[in-house]
């Protein structure tokens, strides 16, 4: 949709790894945490129950698809999965690939030390690891 606008705060915390059908595909900046969110490309929509009934059946197709992704990538502990927007209200889903030795575990991992962004490199080699893998799917 071309009336789509990326939230400036998810643009400006997150590399860019590609497009699903419904949603963008974002990596957080922050190394400490194998963390992807997905933004359905609709203009102004602030829940899941907003978006249209064939787009929620998406939003969570996709979603699964991510998990599925992170889940082979990284091995994770545990997937956390959420769409909370009590800071950026646009609907977005992280998920979040945690490990029971990571900085965090087992509290969530908002407001938990530092972010450490990533190098520059860095950034652009996990988001094509990650647009790889959902490639597979």
């Known amino acids: 949709m071309t009336d789509f606008i990326l939230d400036s705060r998810l643009e400006a915390d997150t590399v860019p790894v590609g ?51 992170m889940k082979r990538l990284f091995s994770p502990t545990k997937l956390n999965v959420a769409a909370l927007g009590n800071v950026v209200p646009q609907l977005h889903m992280h998920v979040i690939a945690r490990f029971d030795d990571d900085q965090a575990w087992p509290k969530p991992v908002w407001a938990v030390g530092e972010k450490v962004p990533y190098a520059a490199d860095a950034a652009k080699a996990r988001a094509k690891q990650i647009s790889i893998e959902l490639g597979r799917l």
């Open 19 to 69: 497009e699903l059908i419904l949603n963008r595909v974002l990596l957080m900046n922050d190394s400490r945490f194998p963390w992807v969110i997905l933004v359905p490309k609709r203009p102004n929509i602030r829940e899941i129950i907003d978006l249209e009934l064939r787009d929620r059946a998406m939003f969570y197709r996709e979603t699964e698809s991510v998990m599925e992704a």
